[in-house]
């Protein structure tokens, strides 16, 4: 009689947990998202995290930017064939960043439940399978909540569709384009910026057509400068393009691209992944404040043959041993949260 009441207790605490986890699921799924690889579970605890506020408006802010880049080129996507081919070719980097875990959080689910039902109901060894089954169940579901907590509030595997099929492959890759002749800016200012039509306008006036694409893709940089590429003239009005942007730190960072890729040496593929293998770029590493940006604070040298350093005082040390980022101020709260 005892041991049936404690049963009892148990299972009406379980009861509680798992509507509040059904209310979760509900509420993330109703919510949808803008992030092409996360999952309800990933929402769900959103919503339960002291993160929501923040996380739900960093969604909401991507998700109005995306919308309409989205929209558009999900029409576009039906009505092109060339673009059929745009989510396939990305392929490669298709298993970035958390993936998605809804059917193995939902199967783990459904066998601690019944696990859970057996040991009340059975006896002996079969008894003791099920209590094995729920701890390991149990055990399972907790390494997908630390996989999807992790990513609470990154966008680590992001890959956007893009208004125009940009392909880095193409450029970066197969043509040998420099980052910085389109990403003009990383050496010199904090963001590396994206390039305007009229850079592309230094090839695309003469390449007219693609390997992947035909006409159709380059067509829209005419359309959107207002060319006409039969008279060469700029003869219509122009509308700028919306790129969807990938990388979005919270507002909270500081983060600078001159200091890294000018003073610090660093080349764009230690912080962006291979992006000349991208057709679609993609959030290739998880922005991590500690298994990233810490990481490398603490590892790298810095440059001491910049002059800069030359005015440092640093102390306790020998001329010529590894000075790291850190030691610079690099692990400081106040240099990258404002
Ligand atoms: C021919 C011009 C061109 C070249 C060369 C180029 N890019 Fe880009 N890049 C773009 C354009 C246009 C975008 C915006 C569209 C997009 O995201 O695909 C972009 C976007 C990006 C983004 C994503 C920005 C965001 O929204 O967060 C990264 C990262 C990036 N480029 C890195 C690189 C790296 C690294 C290289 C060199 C290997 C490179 N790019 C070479 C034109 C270029
Ligand atoms: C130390 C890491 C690091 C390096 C090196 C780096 N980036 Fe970035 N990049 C970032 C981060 C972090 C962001 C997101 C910034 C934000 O949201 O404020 C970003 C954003 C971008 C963007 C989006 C537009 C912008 O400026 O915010 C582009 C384009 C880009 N990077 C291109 C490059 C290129 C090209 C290089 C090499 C010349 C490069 N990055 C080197 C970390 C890096
Ligand atoms: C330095 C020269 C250069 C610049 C700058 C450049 N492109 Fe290109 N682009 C090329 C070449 C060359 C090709 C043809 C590649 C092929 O298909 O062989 C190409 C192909 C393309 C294609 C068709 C890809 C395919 O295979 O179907 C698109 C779309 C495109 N570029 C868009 C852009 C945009 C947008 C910009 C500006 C952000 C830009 N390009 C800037 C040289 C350039
Ligand atoms: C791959 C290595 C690497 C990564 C990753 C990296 N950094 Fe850095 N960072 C450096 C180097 C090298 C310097 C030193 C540059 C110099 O000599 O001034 C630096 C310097 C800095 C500084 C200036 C420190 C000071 O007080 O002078 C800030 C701020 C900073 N990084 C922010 C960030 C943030 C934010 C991130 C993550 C989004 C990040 N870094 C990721 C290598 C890295
Ligand atoms: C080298 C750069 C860097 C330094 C130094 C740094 N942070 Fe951060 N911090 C970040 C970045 C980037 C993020 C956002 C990315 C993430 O989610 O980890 C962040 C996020 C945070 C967050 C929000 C966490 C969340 O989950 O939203 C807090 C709180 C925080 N940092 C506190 C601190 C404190 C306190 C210090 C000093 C002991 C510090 N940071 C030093 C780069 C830095």
Same mark, same amino acid.
């Given at each position: 009689?005892?041991?049936?009441?404690?049963? @009892?207790? &148990?299972?009406?605490?379980?009861?509680?947990?798992?509507?509040? @986890? @059904?209310?979760?699921? !509900?509420?993330?799924?109703?919510?949808?998202?803008?992030?092409?690889?996360?999952?309800?579970?990933?929402?769900? !605890?959103?919503?339960?995290?002291?993160?929501?506020?923040?996380? +739900?408006?960093?969604?909401?802010?991507?998700? +109005?930017?995306?919308?309409?880049?989205?929209?558009?080129?999900?029409?576009?996507?039906?009505?092109?064939?060339?673009?059929?081919?745009?989510?396939?070719?990305?392929?490669?980097?298709?298993?970035?960043?958390?993936? %998605?875990?809804?059917?193995?959080?939902?199967?783990? @689910?459904?066998?601690?439940?019944?696990?859970?039902?057996?040991?009340?109901?059975?006896?002996?060894?079969?008894?003791?399978?099920?209590?094995?089954?729920?701890?390991?169940?149990?055990?399972?579901?907790?390494?997908?909540?630390?996989? #999807?907590?992790?990513?609470?509030?990154?966008?680590?595997?992001?890959?956007?569709?893009?208004?125009?099929?940009?392909?880095?492959? +193409?450029?970066?890759?197969?043509?040998? &384009?420099?980052? #910085?002749?389109?990403?003009?800016?990383?050496?010199?200012?904090?963001?590396?910026?994206?390039?305007?039509?009229?850079?592309?306008?230094?090839?695309?006036?003469?390449?007219?057509?693609?390997?992947?694409?035909?006409?159709?893709?380059?067509?829209?940089?005419?359309?959107?400068?207002?060319?006409?590429?039969?008279?060469?003239?700029?003869?219509?009005?122009?509308?700028?393009?919306?790129?969807?942007? +990938?990388?979005?730190?919270?507002?909270?960072?500081?983060?600078?691209?001159?200091?890294?890729?000018?003073?610090?040496?660093?080349?764009?593929?230690?912080?962006?992944?291979?992006?000349? #293998?991208?057709?679609?770029?993609?959030?290739?590493?998880?922005?991590?404040?500690?298994?990233?940006?810490?990481?490398?604070?603490?590892?790298?040298? &810095?440059?001491?043959? %910049?002059?800069?350093?030359?005015?440092?005082?640093?102390?306790?040390?020998?001329?010529?041993?590894?000075?790291?980022?850190?030691?610079?101020?690099?692990?400081?709260?106040?240099?990258?949260?404002?």
């Amino acid at each position: 009689m005892k041991k049936c009441k404690m049963i @009892l207790k &148990i299972s009406s605490i379980t009861k509680i947990g798992l509507i509040l @986890l @059904l209310l979760m699921g !509900f509420t993330a799924f109703a919510q949808n998202t803008h992030y092409n690889k996360s999952s309800f579970v990933s929402l769900a !605890f959103n919503v339960a995290s002291v993160q929501a506020q923040q996380v +739900v408006s960093h969604a909401q802010t991507l998700q +109005v930017a995306g919308k309409d880049a989205q929209k558009e080129t999900k029409k576009q996507v039906q009505n092109d064939d060339a673009r059929a081919n745009y989510d396939k070719i990305n392929d490669k980097f298709k298993d970035i960043g958390p993936g %998605n875990n809804t059917v193995k959080f939902v199967v783990a @689910l459904v066998v601690f439940l019944l696990a859970f039902w057996a040991v009340g109901k059975m006896k002996g060894k079969v008894k003791w399978v099920a209590v094995i089954a729920v701890l390991l169940a149990l055990g399972y579901i907790s390494k997908i909540t630390y996989t #999807e907590a992790r990513a609470l509030g990154r966008q680590q595997g992001y890959a956007p569709v893009q208004p125009i099929w940009f392909s880095h492959k +193409v450029h970066a890759g197969q043509n040998g &384009i420099n980052c #910085e002749y389109c990403h003009a800016d990383a050496r010199t200012s904090r963001h590396a910026g994206v390039p305007s039509l009229n850079v592309c306008m230094n090839c695309h006036s003469q390449v007219k057509e693609g390997k992947v694409s035909g006409t159709k893709e380059i067509a829209k940089i005419y359309k959107h400068l207002g060319y006409n590429p039969t008279t060469m003239q700029y003869d219509k009005p122009g509308k700028p393009i919306e790129w969807v942007k +990938v990388h979005n730190l919270p507002d909270h960072v500081y983060f600078n691209h001159a200091q890294h890729v000018q003073a610090g040496k660093v080349a764009c593929q230690e912080c962006h992944g291979p992006v000349e #293998e991208m057709d679609r770029v993609v959030e290739y590493k998880e922005l991590a404040m500690g298994d990233f940006c810490l990481k490398c604070h603490r590892e790298r040298g &810095i440059d001491q043959s %910049n002059p800069y350093y030359k005015h440092y005082d640093f102390k306790d040390m020998k001329k010529g041993d590894k000075i790291t980022v850190d030691k610079i101020g690099g692990a400081d709260c106040s240099s990258c949260h404002y």
